[in-house]
């Protein structure tokens, strides 16, 4: 079983940056793809970014060139650093990982973007 923990949500202003951490326990392998999700209030969940073990990286168009992803394979970490946020950025951020063709979800973050 995989726990995931996620840090580093809150309120700041448009143009502002935030950093997302997320932790994984419980599993002594390396996990698969990791990465970031989010759902604003009346939308569907989307994709934010991934990252494969590899390294590999699949980023939304929405926030290609704002957002930049990260991973610590010994750690067992995933980060997202957000920059010039926007107000449309505004949601619950989750983060997943795979382990063995399995689906983890963190708890969620808020992440409000706001003057």
């Known amino acids: 079983q995989v726990r995931l923990v996620e840090s580093g949500g809150g309120l700041v202003q448009p143009g502002g940056s935030l950093r997302l951490s997320c932790a994984a326990s419980g599993s002594g392998f390396r996990l698969d793809a990791m990465g970031w999700y989010r759902q604003a209030p009346g939308k569907q969940r989307e994709l934010v970014a991934t990252?494969?073990?590899?390294?590999?990286?699949n980023v939304a168009d929405s926030v290609k060139g704002r957002f930049t992803i990260s991973r610590d394979n010994a750690k067992n970490t995933v980060n997202l650093q957000m920059n010039n946020l926007r107000p449309e950025d505004t949601a619950v951020y989750y983060c997943n990982v795979y382990l063995f063709s399995r689906a983890y979800w963190g708890q969620g973050t808020q992440v409000t973007v706001s003057s």
């Open positions: 990252i494969a073990s590899g390294g590999i990286r």
